[in-house]
């Protein structure tokens, strides 16, 4: 079973792109508090969270979601995610992610979008 995961941080035009590599589970809370870190280190306002559309995520990496999601919302950042598949966007949908993160189709979108100063979910 794997531990944890990794995540690279890199900056496009004033977003931080965590690029997550591996299985999102409980164990992947370190790798996020971590990156969350480091991109605040950045002065970070608006966070990309890009996923491959094979990545796994249980209930686990959900609530590890969830906590990045409510730090970024009480510091004012925007989050946008992109990767997953239309499994995970129901899922994301029907737990209320995305009330609180933007789904984009594509990391181009996103970063266009974000970088233009949107990023925020409507309604």
Do not use: C
């Not at 990545?55 to 925007?78: C, D, E, F, M, P």
């Not at 598949?85 to 009330?99: A, L, Q, Y």
Request: proline share 2%; hydrophobic share 35%; net charge negative.
């Amino acid at each position: 079973m794997q531990q944890g995961n990794e995540i690279k941080l890199e900056k496009h035009d004033g977003v931080i792109l965590f690029d997550v590599i591996g299985d999102v589970t409980a164990a992947s809370e370190p790798s996020f508090a971590q990156a969350y870190s480091e991109a605040n280190d950045r002065d970070a306002e608006k966070i990309l969270l890009q996923f491959k559309e094979s990545t796994y995520i249980n209930s686990g990496g959900i609530s590890v979601l969830i906590q990045l999601l409510a730090q970024s919302n009480r510091k004012g950042q925007a989050i946008g995610i992109t990767g997953i598949s239309n499994h995970f966007r129901k899922i994301f949908t029907m737990v209320g992610i995305t009330k609180f993160a933007r789904i984009y189709d594509t990391r181009e979108q996103a970063l266009e979008d974000m970088s233009g100063g949107q990023g925020r979910p409507s309604g």
